[in-house]
């Protein structure tokens, strides 16, 4: 149901940390100009769980207004089921094309209440559901065995695969051929993963550098590889910057650099100082002097 390209985007805020609305319509209507396949808001990246629900609505909304026919996805990430339910109903009434869920954010669920958990999501929000599974960050694997559990209710449609073991993609489709769309997760991984059979990608650096992430799976989809591979070799210096526990200030300082926004993040989160941003602004900064000239490419689709 999903495939291609789909930037979890950051919110933006002002500097009092209200939402600035305005730049984010902006900085999505880029993403929707170079050819993405749909948005997430409300991720990790987003900072999501910096956010009330009623202002993850409003993301959405202004998500949708740039992104028009292109899916627009809400994430779930709430530490009861009770909170997830909520929060996916509203998403739905809010008309979202679907759900992104973190499985259990703090209690970290064995497998039979994950699948609860999953399924008591799922029903209240009766949207398509792709699941973020992310062993490293939340703890929770939801495993090839708990999907194919999972797979008797059809608003399971996908996966967000992000243990950062590059064997799983083949593992999933192993199990399940194409019962889920498998998309990656992990930055870093993308084009390995894209290699053995992932159909879509989450990323993050994309909202910095949206040609390029682009230009990586559209080479990809017309067996250019080597093209790819050569974009993808330019970029993991930058894709690294997504592993990181500064990860939504590392992106958004790329986002400062790359497209002239703002870098404003809501606390505790405080924007990049002293050596760490010195060393991540090198990083950003020697990538764009030797930004790669791209192939032609259709991204009128």
């Not at 749909?38 to 609505?57: C, H, K, Y």
């Not at 910057?241 to 989160?269: C, F, M, W």
Request: net charge negative; charged share 25%; glycine share 6%.
């Amino acid at each position: 149901m999903w495939s291609g390209i789909l930037p979890a985007v950051t919110t933006k805020f002002k500097e009092d940390e209200s939402l600035d609305h305005a730049e984010m319509e902006r900085c999505f209507g880029l993403q929707i100009d170079a050819g993405v396949d749909g948005l997430i808001v409300a991720g990790s990246l987003g900072e999501g769980p910096m956010l009330t629900q009623e202002e993850r609505i409003e993301v959405y909304h202004t998500a949708k207004a740039a992104a028009g026919k292109r899916p627009v996805l809400v994430t779930v990430a709430e530490a009861s089921t009770a909170a997830a339910c909520a929060m996916a109903k509203k998403a739905a009434q809010a008309g979202a094309d679907g759900l992104m869920v973190v499985p259990s954010p703090i209690y970290h669920t064995d497998a039979r209440e994950t699948e609860a958990n999953l399924r008591a999501i799922a029903a209240a929000g009766d949207l398509p559901v792709m699941i973020y599974s992310n062993r490293v960050a939340y703890r929770v694997d939801v495993t090839p065995q708990l999907m194919a559990d999972l797979a008797d209710d059809a608003r399971f449609v996908a996966i967000k695969e992000s243990s950062d073991d590059i064997r799983r993609t083949t593992e999933i489709i192993n199990h399940l051929g194409d019962r889920y769309a498998v998309l990656t997760g992990v930055d870093n991984l993308a084009f390995e993963a894209l290699s053995v059979g992932a159909t879509g990608w989450v990323a993050g650096l994309v909202v910095a550098f949206p040609k390029e992430t682009v230009a990586i799976w559209q080479l990809m989809q017309a067996g250019r590889r080597d093209e790819a591979l050569a974009i993808y070799r330019w970029f993991r210096p930058l894709l690294d910057l997504d592993v990181s526990t500064y990860l939504v200030q590392n992106i958004k300082l790329a986002e400062a650099l790359s497209i002239k926004t703002t870098e404003h993040v809501r606390g505790p989160r405080l924007p990049l100082a002293g050596e760490r941003r010195a060393e991540v602004e090198r990083i950003i900064r020697g990538a764009i002097e030797m930004r790669p000239t791209l192939p032609a490419l259709d991204i009128a689709a």
